[in-house]
């Protein structure tokens, strides 16, 4: 075994994508699979590559070219899971390791030295143990640094101790992708500087890139240059650690559901205990008798059995009695954000909510709850409790911040506010994707995990620009023109010059200025996502800006600088 | 004790010195940090520790956060109460830290309850109250305030409140009738140092002092339509400070004034 102490083994699973949809679709091996991400093929097996689909290709050219390829859509969650279920049998062969990305992981190879010859016996008998256990193609790569060593994985090849920075050289400049997605534009740049090899950019001076491309550059010139970045951090054991506990008779009583949660919380803690990590959030579950069931995911600083069995109480809480009365959307003003978040709490329910649910007025009841009858729920109440550990770390990476003042203090007073008021009266703030403020608000309850509806890191064309409204709502109001009829919008804009707002009050007021309207047209190609709207920013003789928009013919005061 | 012969007394001190309470004589603590645009708004350069300050008028809770934004991003926590939803974009905008900012949703009848309870660790409080208190709820809220030297911004106006910031007139621009999109606000902010005028939010969000040369229209009366050059941004001949009437610009809002007759009602009957 070589004592260089930074080797590094990669394993990786060529087109993964296309593996993963074949495990998902359950399809037979050997039948051709494609995987189209925004209308383009990004990965296809062997044998659709056999058949000329190449990545790039449309779904026509697939079609075209294999007519009998099974075509799926590019299924992020589920690469990720296939995989990290795949790679289980590594986690009783070795000690540590680091799950690159879907399809890619790897292993510090000091972490090997003392249980094997050498570095070929090594990859062999792990190679063969993986196949095994999942029948993937695993192609292995040894290298000095990780990004060196992810190329020599798509090669299946080993590079000899200190030439890594010879191999890297050699390599064309379009492997930087590696780094991410921002690369794609430097990569363009490099070309044309007439950067053709790794090796050409490593020649240049480290503080010239810096100079000029600033800290992403310099970090692209560390990779290129086989100088290592961070360490990996160690991939913890995945194994999923519950509790359950059949109650013998429904209740919808909370004590003594919070009785019984201190008992269970208690035996969930020492299983944790006893793998030695230690458990920062937990998902509580209730199911009801008639079969609906609530889940949330809470983090809890002191992690104890009473402050679990806190948490599962208010959770009961207000699950029944958001059930048993179906207030919940009747007094937005008490509640904001609990619509925001209706993927983290409440019930669970198939499917997700519409893009266009916060400003379609019908869909805001959909949202929140698909509330089981009142009265049978009532008298079944909860029947099984469920507590599974969400995040598991080791002792020390469990520890607060040094820097932080009083956070404790915080924490207590908020939980404190908590007891008091319900889980949802506390909320901090968060962003998510969205083209408005009422779709980019993300306010979940303090200490649980925020679950973002969209992807912030999706472009959001036409979104709105500072300066943005201060607070959000979304109440009908009517527009008029100077001669008292509706504004009506259209694409191309306003139909007539706006004059007149009317509140739900009835109040009217008289708009001075207003902004040009802009359109969002998305999701046309799909009815039950589409969102059709036209927004527009007037200022009122009382001097105050508004945001409204207008959707499905009617306009809707969505946000008010205050 | 006449109150009205101490006022100027108070005053005196607090601008010589910058002491605004008695307290303020035994410990001086430094105030919260401000954005450099909107420190001149402040007797001492900052958010006054300790004291009750208010912020009314038009835009007075973006006026409010961009206060608070400065100490949030030196780990000072801040929560809001009766804020409605606010829309987390514009926090930011404004430069607040999301990581030190919490927000109550809880009703408005509780307002001082929860403050009651925020008080005990929070640094900045910022809360647009659901009703008027009581003198005496209010005489112990000012103790609780100044015994643990953290700031209370109130968007309404209340009695007790050291630094009153009223926001007179505001001005939108960029909208253009239908050509362009709001790109920033002219506001003329009236506080204890004078009367100040900045953009907020400016072109990118946060408050940004004006550009040198801009023209205002001088609103108002009989001088309408005149033009004002806008290098003096703090005109001092203001009239002497007075504390604001407690229902004053109160009156617009049914809610704040049926729970403040109800609650003299119960505490009469009490």
């Not at chain 1, 060529?14 to 949809?21: C, E, G, L, R, S």
């Not at chain 1, 729920?377 to 995040?391: K, P």
């Not at chain 2, 400016?202 to 004006?210: I, L, N």
Request: proline fraction near 7%; hydrophobic fraction near 40%.
């Amino acid at each position: 075994m070589s004592d260089e102490p930074g080797r590094i083994l990669v394993l990786t699973v060529p087109d993964w994508p296309a593996v993963a949809a074949a495990v998902e679709h359950d399809i037979a091996p050997g039948r051709p699979v494609a995987v189209l991400h925004a209308g383009k093929v990004i990965a296809a097996n062997a044998s659709a590559r056999a058949a000329g689909i190449t990545a790039g290709n449309n779904k026509r050219a697939v079609g075209y070219r294999c007519p009998e390829a099974h075509v799926a859509l590019w299924d992020e969650e589920a690469d990720n899971r296939h995989f990290s279920a795949g790679v289980g049998a590594l986690e009783d062969l070795v000690a540590r390791f680091t799950l690159l990305s879907p399809g890619t992981l790897a292993i510090p190879l000091d972490s090997l030295r003392h249980g094997y010859a050498d570095e070929a016996d090594a990859v062999e008998t792990l190679v063969s143990a993986l196949v095994d256990d999942t029948g993937w193609e695993f192609f292995p790569g040894i290298a000095d640094t990780v990004f060196a060593a992810v190329l020599a994985a798509g090669q299946a090849r080993r590079v000899e101790p200190g030439q890594t920075v010879d191999f890297l050289s050699a390599q064309p400049i379009t492997t930087l992708e590696y780094a991410g997605a921002e690369a794609t534009a430097l990569i363009e740049v490099f070309l044309q500087l007439g950067l053709r090899a790794l090796g050409d950019f490593a020649r240049l001076a480290a503080k010239d890139v810096n100079a000029r491309f600033g800290a992403f550059g310099r970090h692209l010139h560390d990779l290129a240059s086989g100088r290592e970045g961070a360490p990996l951090t160690d991939h913890v054991r995945g194994e999923q650690l519950d509790v359950e506990l059949d109650l013998d008779t429904p209740t919808t009583r909370s004590d003594p559901l919070g009785f019984l949660a201190r008992q269970l919380g208690a035996d969930l803690l020492a299983k944790v205990r006893r793998q030695g990590l230690v458990c920062t959030q937990i998902t509580i579950e209730l199911d009801a008798a008639a079969g609906q069931s609530s889940s949330r995911t809470w983090r809890i600083e002191d992690m104890q059995e009473n402050a679990i069995a806190d948490r599962l109480r208010w959770q009961a809480e207000g699950w029944l009695a958001g059930v048993s009365t179906g207030a919940e959307n009747s007094e937005p003003r008490q509640n904001p954000g609990s619509r925001h978040n209706s993927g983290s709490g409440r019930s669970t329910r198939p499917g997700h909510a519409p893009l266009s649910a916060q400003a379609d007025p019908q869909a805001l009841d959909i949202v929140d709850e698909p509330a089981p009858d009142a009265e049978d729920f009532a008298e079944d109440g909860i029947i099984a409790l469920r507590l599974i550990a969400a995040e598991l770390t080791t002792p020390i990476g469990a520890t607060r911040s040094l820097f932080d003042e009083n956070t404790g203090q915080i924490t207590h007073t908020l939980e404190r506010l908590q007891g008091l008021f319900g889980p949802d009266a506390v909320l901090v703030p968060g962003l998510q994707g969205g083209w408005d403020p009422a779709e980019t608000n993300l306010w979940t309850p303090w200490q649980q995990a925020a679950v973002p509806e969209r992807s912030p890191a999706a472009p959001w064309p036409g979104a709105l620009h500072a300066p943005r409204p201060t607070t959000v709502e979304h109440s009908a109001v009517d527009v008029l023109a100077a001669d008292g009829s509706s504004v009506e919008a259209r694409p191309s804009g306003l139909e007539a010059a706006p004059a007149t707002i009317r509140f739900p009050t009835g109040q009217t007021e008289t708009i001075t200025d207003y902004s040009g309207s802009w359109p969002i047209e998305s999701g046309w190609w799909d009815p039950s996502r589409a969102v059709y709207r036209t927004r527009l920013q007037v200022v009122t003789d009382a001097g105050r800006a508004l945001l409204l928009s207008k959707e499905h013919g009617q306009w809707y005061l969505t946000g008010r600088y205050r | 004790m006449d109150v009205m012969s101490a006022a100027p007394v108070i005053e005196q001190l607090s601008r010589e010195a910058g002491i605004s309470t008695a307290a303020a004589l035994f410990d001086k603590t430094p105030p919260h940090p401000v954005d450099p645009v909107l420190s001149p708004l402040f007797r001492r350069g900052g958010l006054p520790r300790g004291e009750l300050v208010t912020v009314t008028g038009e835009l007075s809770l973006s006026c409010g956060l961009a206060t608070v934004a400065a100490a949030t991003r030196e780990q000072k926590w801040c929560a809001g109460i009766g804020l409605d939803e606010p829309s987390v974009s514009s926090i930011a905008d404004l430069g607040v830290d999301l990581d030190h900012f919490v927000n109550l949703a809880t009703p408005g009848e509780d307002w001082l309850r929860v403050a009651s309870i925020l008080i005990e660790s929070f640094d900045i409080i910022l809360v647009d109250p659901g009703f008027a208190p009581s003198a005496s709820e209010r005489a112990r809220l000012l103790a609780k305030i100044r015994e643990r030297r953290m700031s209370l911004i109130s968007l309404r106006p209340l009695s007790g409140s050291t630094e009153q910031i009223e926001i007179t007139d505001t001005r939108w621009s960029g909208a253009e009738h239908g050509r362009g999109r709001l790109q920033s606000c002219l506001v003329r902010a009236r506080s204890q140092t004078g009367t100040h005028r900045f953009l907020l939010p400016g072109p990118s969000g946060t408050p940004t002092s004006v550009p040198a040369g801009t023209l205002e229209v001088v609103a108002g009366g009989d001088s309408a339509g005149t033009f004002a050059e806008a290098s003096d941004i703090s005109d001092t001949a203001v009239e002497a400070a007075g504390v604001p009437a407690e229902d004053a610009g109160a009156a617009d809002d049914p809610r704040w004034s049926t729970i403040t007759a109800l609650r003299q009602v119960i505490s009469h009957v009490g």
